[in-house]
């Protein structure tokens, strides 16, 4: 007879045990989402239920990618508002995405076009600044493929050499071809550089630069204009190197080397332009060396050198400002980037309901090593007298150095309404002073000294402009004729008690 044999309670929690583990395992995937089903109380990955243990521990935070909290928490607390550069992901919408970084995929940096050649378009031309479609690099010249040559302006008027402004470009630097002789020279295939690209083919940099390949491209953002308007992707300097001097032996010790100047500050294309690539003569002749044609889908040329040599009584960087049409605050989304990104207010000043006090500025040319500068006693006279402007509840006065640091000095000029200074380099951010119509920039000339590069600039942007010769006052209608001087360190003199006079009269005029 069989022997009948009883589980102890031991063995029967071994075997439900066992069978437990096996089943979870065996659904593994079910029981993962089970667990962090976040519509389960007290395992959520991001707790807002009411009450509860969850509350206790983890309060209302809430997760957000791609932010670093304490930084965003302070943006958004005190600068937060609709168009800001600090977005949160969701103020992004698809639309303005596709604006902003179009639909190019990863493979399509290369195309075949087989005997249909890309035909270059001219789109928008004043003497050197030009929009033109489809042009071509390849080795390191510039092509412009077209059988109706004659609709294109010269290429003398387009770009210079790059060894010499002064001369038309070389036949090795641009090269006009029709399509049958770029089908036998450039191939049936190549890359694509999509989007926009500018091209600043001066050896020389300027100033202007930035502020002028913006207007060029701006002219595309008409009511009329049939042209789609983009930002740009990149800015190529083919004739600047990245650092200057010679390269140090990379077996030697580590020599700090100092970037080429390239007309900005390092930092004011990454606050005012914030898509903006820059690649440096380096860069250009990597594309050159592969020994493949590249398309550039749209490229905006500004060459000085070719617009000085158009007779014109503007300054060279100032033909876009004068020769092609664009929207009325064409200038707007650049100044106003720079200002959210200085968290200053970035809104064009409404005298009625808005900022009550007038903000003046003067950039100090003292501690320049190089240029003119104002006499120490009048240097003295005017912070004094700007000093008992403070004094009143009216006006807030900045004094900054124009070799001080970017940020304090861009700060003071993007909330000012009043500029003041020494002609040259450092008055070209006045540009972006906050407009109103008591804006004016204040410019201190040697006497028998005038150029109008900051005049040009600001009046463009509806900005008013007084020049100074010591106590002679000049403005739109009486200006003196363009003397550029030949000792760049003269020193200036001024009268201080007549420029605050004129700031008082500026700031009060209905």
């Known amino acids: 007879m069989a022997r009948s044999y009883a589980l102890s309670r031991r063995e029967i929690t071994l075997v439900l045990f066992s069978i437990m583990i096996f089943l979870v395992f065996y659904n593994f995937e079910a029981t993962s ?59 992004v919408s698809e639309a303005q995405k596709q604006v902003i970084f179009g639909n190019i ?15 270059t378009r001219i789109v928008k031309h004043v003497a050197g600044f030009s929009i033109m479609d489809n042009v071509i690099m390849c080795n390191g010249t510039i092509f412009i493929v077209t059988d109706s040559p004659s609709s294109f302006p010269s290429l003398s008027s387009i770009a210079s050499s ?26 049936s295939y190549g890359g694509l550089i999509q989007g926009t690209s500018w091209l600043s083919y001066d050896a020389i940099p300027s100033n202007y630069t930035l502020f002028s390949l913006w207007k060029t491209h701006s002219s595309l953002n008409t009511s009329t204009s049939l042209d789609s ?84 009584d503007v300054p060279p960087f100032a033909f876009p400002l004068v020769g092609l049409d664009a929207s009325q605050d064409w200038w707007e989304p650049i100044r106003q980037n720079l200002a959210k ?46 000093e008992t402007l403070h004094e009143s509840n009216d006006f807030e006065v900045n004094i900054v150095s124009s070799e001080g640091r970017w940020a304090e000095r ?62 002679r006052r000049f403005e739109t209608d009486s200006l003196p004729p363009v003397a550029p001087g030949s000792d760049p360190a003269q020193e200036v003199q001024i009268d201080p008690a007549a420029v605050v006079h004129a700031i008082l009269e500026v700031v009060t005029r209905t």
């Open 229 to 312: 308007f983009r930002p740009p992707r990149r800015l190529f300097f083919p004739n600047i190197p990245t650092y200057i001097g010679i390269r140090p032996d990379l077996n030697g010790p580590i020599i700090r080397r100092q970037r080429s100047h390239s007309g900005f500050h390092p930092y004011l294309p990454k606050a005012a332009f914030p898509l903006l690539g820059l690649m440096y003569k380096e860069d250009w002749e990597d594309y050159a060396l592969m020994e493949m044609p590249f398309v550039f889908e749209r490229m905006v040329v500004a060459d000085f050198g070719a617009a000085a040599r158009s007779a014109n």
């Open 410 to 471: 861009l700060t003071a000029v993007a909330k000012s309404n009043v500029i003041l200074g020494v002609y040259g380099d450092s008055l070209a951010d006045s540009v972006f002073m906050r407009p109103s119509e008591r804006s004016a920039l204040m410019e201190f000339f040697p006497a028998d000294v005038f150029t109008r590069d900051a005049e040009t600039a600001v009046r463009s942007l509806g900005i008013r402009y007084i020049a100074w010769w010591n106590d």
């Open 33 to 91: 989402d089970f667990f962090t089903n976040s519509n389960l109380p007290g395992i959520s990955s991001n707790p807002t239920v009411d009450g509860g243990l969850d509350m206790d521990i983890y309060g209302d935070w809430v997760s957000e990618d791609r932010r670093i909290s304490s930084v965003h928490k302070q943006q958004e607390k005190e600068y937060a508002s609709e168009g800001d550069i600090w977005l949160k992901n969701e103020r």
């Open 341 to 386: 990104f200085l968290h200053v207010n970035y809104n064009t000043q409404n005298l009625n309901n808005e900022q009550k006090k007038t903000i003046v500025t003067y950039i100090s040319r003292q501690d320049a090593v190089n240029g003119s500068r104002l006499r120490s006693a009048d240097h003295n006279a005017l912070v004094n007298a700007l």
């Open 162 to 187: 790059a060894g010499n402004p002064h001369e038309a470009p070389l036949l090795v630097e641009w090269v006009v071809l029709s399509i049958e002789q770029a089908r036998d020279i450039l191939g």
């Open 105 to 119: 995929g990863v493979n399509d940096g290369f195309m075949h076009w087989g005997k249909d050649m890309p035909e």
